[in-house]
């Protein structure tokens, strides 16, 4: 069955469906989405009743309103809506004279090495504190400085400390995008790197962080922002989860990445991972300036049958998606008039393995935005691991978001224990799944 029949016998099917069989379905996904919440990263609970002191201040949902479907008075639309002079002019008041706000400039490596370093130290780690994120500090140039970045939305919070005249203890970012979801293409910001120095926590600066994020966004005359996070905060619009493929199997048991699944061997478990040394699609090669108007035209056609996704314009497109040694890889297929008919892309994200006598990084790659049409997604994804293995990376990671379930299981992922939810800001729209989403944030 080619993929154009199967949608069409998809939206055929969606169309018998009984008033009965949807409410069904409708109470399926709110049941599932309730118990994504109540799980909170695999392990705390949380309960959707619980104050959120700061939260409950803002124009997001309650945890525990219903999702828009259900609730006859829900208009899709913004929470608050405001002009810019009703804007703060001047920034938050922070909680000394020891503090101070700073536009953190990227273009700067001094500034840069600082926003390295507190990342490095104080970023996210898993539920057991063994790995942290490691963004490298090309990378953190490549997310912080698409087209029309803002230096102005890269905030930080600067401390005097004993050792220290002027040191960095938070920060959070925003980098502008248009952004679609549902109907509505709108400009908005992603939000992303919201850190605290680990001696600062509990002591509210998150909440400053963001307010005044939110103030200097705002004074752009952009309403609206969209982020992620490990944590469950009001209201998730999804729930995704990560999805773990190794590619070096030894290490990753080693460090605890994984265990040896009962009655393998280290040996068996090698044999199950391995992958070929060379890539086996004809023609597959890395995308080039050439290629950049087609597979953007891909890109788009392919990210608008989701319900919530990024909308590239070819400028845009070069900078989140053109090969960048050690930070993003994106490969091609082309037909014989050259058009791409086929993309993959991934990005590298170490970890930092924390007190391990032998290890210290685990390189992991990210699946970022692929597109197959005249391929199957689980050999185009073959070759994104033979890519992956080529370069060295323990681990290929993918969230079950897109068309990715298309090719996790056919190619030995497995379920990670980490979930990430999507968040919009000051936009009110009802709950997708996994598979109507296709943002992936960095
Ligand atoms: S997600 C990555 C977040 N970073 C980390 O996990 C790094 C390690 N952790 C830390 O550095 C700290 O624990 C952070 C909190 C800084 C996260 N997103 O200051 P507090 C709420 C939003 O005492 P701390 C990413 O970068 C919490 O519910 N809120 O807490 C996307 C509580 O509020 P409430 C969070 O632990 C960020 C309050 O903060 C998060 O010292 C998107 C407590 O503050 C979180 N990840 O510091 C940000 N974690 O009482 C939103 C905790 O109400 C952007 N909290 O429950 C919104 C859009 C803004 C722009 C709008 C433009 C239009």
Redesign the pocket.
């Known amino acids: 069955m080619s993929g154009a029949e199967g949608e069409a016998n998809t939206t055929a099917q969606v169309a018998e469906l009984s008033g009965a069989q949807r409410a069904m379905q409708e109470a399926e996904k709110k049941k599932e989405m309730e118990a994504l919440i109540r799980k909170r990263g695999g392990k705390k609970q949380v309960n959707p009743e ?9 124009p ?1 949902p309650k945890l525990s309103a219903p999702d828009l479907e259900a609730d006859p008075d829900g208009d899709v639309g913004p929470m608050e809506e405001k002009t810019l002079d009703q804007v703060r002019q001047e920034p938050y008041d922070l909680p000394s004279v020891d503090f101070e706000w700073c536009s953190m400039d990227v273009t700067d490596d001094a500034q840069l090495a600082e926003i390295y370093t507190l990342l490095f130290e ?4 898993d539920d057991d504190n063994m790995f942290r994120f490691d963004y490298s500090t090309n990378f953190l140039r490549w997310a912080l400085m698409p087209p029309g970045y803002l230096p102005e939305w890269h905030v930080g919070v600067r401390m005097t400390t004993k050792k220290k005249k002027s040191k960095l203890v ?1 920060f ?3 980098v502008p995008a248009n952004v679609q979801t549902g109907e509505s293409i709108m400009p ?2 992603e ?8 001696k ?11 307010k005044e ?2 103030r200097r ?2 004074l752009t005359g ?4 969209c ?5 469950v ?2 209201k998730p619009i999804t729930v995704c989860r990560y999805y773990h493929r190794s590619l070096n199997p030894k290490k990753l048991i080693d460090v605890d990445f994984s265990r040896l699944a009962p009655r393998m061997t280290m040996k068996m478990t090698k044999k199950l991972y391995e992958v070929d040394k060379q890539t086996r699609l004809p023609g597959i090669r890395p995308m080039t300036e050439e290629d950049v108007p087609s597979a953007c035209e891909l890109l788009n056609k392919y990210l608008s049958k989701f319900q919530l996704h990024p909308v590239f314009d070819h400028d845009e497109f070069r900078h989140w998606l053109f090969p960048r040694e050690g930070v993003i890889q994106s490969f091609v297929i082309c037909n014989a008039e050259g058009v791409v008919t086929d993309f993959l892309s991934f990005y590298a994200l170490p970890s930092t393995i924390m007190n391990h006598p032998n290890y210290t990084s685990l390189n992991a790659a990210y699946s970022y935005y692929n597109v197959a049409t005249t391929v199957e997604w689980d050999a185009l994804m073959m070759d994104g691991l033979i890519l992956a293995k080529q370069r060295d990376f323990d681990v290929f990671n993918a969230l079950d978001l897109m068309d990715n379930k298309e090719f996790i299981e056919k190619l030995k992922f497995k379920p990670g224990d980490g979930n990430l939810q999507y ?1 919009l ?2 936009w009110r729209t009802k709950e997708i799944t996994p598979q109507e989403t296709a943002l992936v944030l960095l």
């Open positions: 619980d104050p959120h002191a700061f939260w409950d201040t803002m997001v104080n970023y996210v780690e938070g959070i970012t925003g908005m910001c939000i992303n790197f919201l850190c605290c120095w680990k600062l926590r509990g002591k509210r600066l998150a909440p400053l962080l963001i994020v939110t966004v705002n952009i309403w609206q922002a982020y992620t996070a490990g944590v905060l009001p968040y800001f000051n």
